[in-house]
């Protein structure tokens, strides 16, 4: 990956700020198997949503898109205060507890970096959500959709 190609990632990613996070969906897969966990995390979901303000005072919201991460291509990491709350790697029973408290958050920005396209996902609280390449082969880390694209 370029500097370029992390500078188009990054300014595609604009939509999603100053949006809060509506849903967190974790997915975890069970596989006994030997040399396994039986658990383990597989897949991330966040979809963001903006406040829309009405004559009435009444909130309203309106849906602006998802991030969706899949962490057999990808490792990631909740930070806060420059301490890791939870990893992938992470028990999960720590994984749901932790990232339950995305929900509400709001997303200020996100830094992509070449040469890997690791990823920082700010939050207004300065929690930070990594991802980082866990494979050397070009595939499918992370995806941004917006709300026209949700299925």
Not at 30 to 40: A, K, L, M, T, V
Not at 101 to 130: A, C, H, Y
Not at 132 to 141: D, E, I, Y
């Amino acid at each position: 990956m370029t500097q370029n190609d992390a500078h188009v990632l990054q300014e595609s990613s604009k939509f999603l700020w100053n949006s809060k996070i509506a849903r967190v969906v974790v997915n975890v897969q069970h596989r006994f198997e030997d040399g396994y966990e039986p658990s383990d995390l597989d897949s991330l979901h966040l979809e963001f949503r903006q406040l829309l303000s009405t004559p009435e005072g009444r909130k309203k919201y309106r849906e602006v898109g998802s991030l969706w991460i899949d962490t057999c291509t990808c490792g990631l990491r909740l930070e806060l205060a420059g301490q890791i709350a939870v990893a992938c790697g992470d028990s999960t029973e720590k994984v749901l507890a932790r990232f339950k408290q995305l929900v509400g958050k709001m997303l200020v920005r996100v830094n992509v970096t070449s040469p890997g396209g690791d990823t920082e996902f700010v939050f207004e609280d300065g929690m930070i959500f990594r991802c980082f390449s866990a494979t050397s082969h070009a595939r499918l880390s992370w995806r941004l959709s917006t709300a026209d694209q949700l299925a």
